[in-house]
């Protein structure tokens, strides 16, 4: 998608592990893939094997730093363009639920309100079809799985989500109906705002 001196842009496709996993069948990642083409790529955040679209990697240790801190500081945008069963009651909305592995199930995640960690989702609508609806996210908060128990949260999971969904939900889409739609950062360079943008591909 884009590559400078500092920043490596990636279309992340679903099914591809961000870094790869401690099993021979799961050195493939998008880690792999770029050091193999970009010497001295390095990862600065992750997307779910399931989920695809805009992911930034840093080219150096200095541009490393930088983006890390954006993430670690929120001082960037992202937005998510995600397929839910059913309908939404009305056209946007906020899910402010704390969130914390459900060990027994790991990797799934689960609302916690003692002991989960702050995840904040802004949500709205862009079509409502027969059975399903198409919304775009705003994440404040960048939680394992945040977006994914957050629909689920309010009665309208994504669809062919294998940890989440069930039944009709699960089988409406042969994929996760997630993707990381833009990505917005301030240049490592010279601090300029910068937007990378991926088709949503479902």
């Known amino acids: 998608m ?3 001196a500092d920043l490596l842009v990636v279309n992340k496709p679903s099914g591809l592990l961000s870094v790869p996993g401690k099993a021979p069948e799961h050195a493939d990642s998008v880690d792999t893939r770029a050091k193999a083409k970009f010497p001295g790529a390095r990862i600065v955040h992750r997307l779910d094997m399931d989920t695809s679209g805009v992911m930034v990697l840093a080219r150096n240790a200095a541009a490393h730093r930088h983006l890390g801190l954006q993430f670690e500081r929120r001082k960037l945008a992202k937005t998510y363009v995600a397929d839910v069963w059913g309908h939404p009651v009305e056209d946007c909305g906020e899910i ?4 914390i592995c459900d060990w027994p199930n790991r990797p799934k ?4 309100f003692e002991l989960g960690k702050a995840a904040f989702t802004r949500w709205e609508t862009i079509e409502r079809l027969e059975r399903t609806t198409r919304l775009r996210l705003y994440p404040r908060t960048g939680r394992s799985h945040q977006l994914r128990v957050h629909l689920l949260s309010i009665g309208h999971p994504i669809i062919g ?10 089988a409406e889409s042969n994929r996760l109906a997630l993707h990381a739609e833009s990505l917005e950062v301030h240049h490592p360079a010279n601090g ?9 591909p479902f």
């Open 96 to 99: 402010d639920l704390p969130l």
């Open 109 to 112: 995640q689960m609302v916690s």
């Open 192 to 200: 300029e705002r910068v937007m990378f943008e991926a088709q949503v």
């Open 2 to 4: 884009h590559a400078d």
């Open 161 to 170: 989500d294998r940890f989440y969904a069930e039944a009709d939900a699960l």
